[in-house]
């Protein structure tokens, strides 16, 4: 976090001389698409968002990236306060309805992959 009054590179040697850390669990799911549904998954993805971590105190962030050059894929970047933040994400009925719902039928694949926060600016 900057501390007011100082410069960004001044806020690196404050990272460096003044280690934290933050509580957050990060969730990356590289997903493939079945062929063709490219489309489709971004609309339920779309309308999952608002619904879903929109609406969780402990979603952190949700951010769906796609590639424009890797056609039927989608990369799911997620961050909550807590395992049981992320428990209730996956238990909610937005997520039942939509993601563990309709947006499953799109998907060959997805791996689950869980990260620790290392640097923050």
Known sequence: MAR?????RANL????TEPR????????????????NQAAAEAIVQEFAP???GAEEGTLSF???R????????LFVEHFADQAAYDAHTGSAAYEELIAGRFADLIVEFVEVDH??????
């Open 67 to 74: 590639d424009p050059s890797n056609p039927d894929y989608l």
């Open 51 to 53: 619904k879903g971590p």
């Open 63 to 65: 951010r769906v990236y």
């Open 116 to 121: 620790e926060l290392l640097v923050s600016l």
């Open 21 to 36: 850390r933050i509580p957050m669990l990060a969730k990356v799911f590289p997903i493939k698409l079945k062929d063709g």
């Open 4 to 8: 007011p009054g100082l410069c960004p």
């Open 13 to 16: 040697e404050v990272l460096r």
